[in-house]
């Protein structure tokens, strides 16, 4: 069987050059603007690259290009990052679920999704737990 040729995709989130921080500065609850400075500094510390704006939500570090082992389709995406949502704090860690189980036995209340970190505040986690996991990510990348 031919390999499929890769097409690399077009997808609306990139990166642009707009100011992380007067972003934070602009999330109104304050608790997940105080909690979004903290993921900040833990995930730019983590993977030893700047943080940018990704699209108008997304704080990413570094960037990956991805393949599907289905469709052969490759997509530039952030290694990590997140995003303050109304909801909840989203953590882009595109982690195997399984593979982190004990961890996020451990880690505190959250929710899971897709390779996404739901969490309310970072006062209801183990923060330990949450850079052991962070720093695993970026091994598997």
């Known amino acids: 069987m031919a390999e499929k040729k890769s097409k690399l995709a077009a997808i609306k989130?990139?990166?642009t050059s707009a100011s992380v921080a007067?972003?934070?500065?602009s999330v109104?609850?304050?608790?997940?603007r105080n909690d979004s400075f903290v993921l900040l500094e833990m995930m730019k510390k983590a993977s030893g690259e700047e943080p940018v704006l990704w699209s108008s939500s997304i704080i990413g570090f570094g960037n990956k290009r991805y393949k599907s082992?289905?469709?052969?389709r490759e997509v530039d995406w952030l290694k990590i990052g997140f995003?303050?949502?109304k909801a909840n704090l989203s953590l882009h860690l595109t982690i195997n679920i399984k593979e982190h189980a004990a961890a996020l036995q451990k880690l505190g209340k959250h929710k899971t999704g897709a390779g996404c970190l739901y969490i309310n505040k970072l006062e209801e986690i183990d923060l330990k737990v949450l850079k052991k996991i962070i720093d695993s990510s970026l091994k598997n990348k």
């Open 83 to 85: 995003s303050p949502r």
């Open 13 to 15: 989130t990139k990166p």
């Open 22 to 25: 007067e972003f934070i500065n």
């Open 28 to 32: 109104k609850d304050e608790q997940k």
């Open 69 to 72: 082992p289905a469709t052969g």
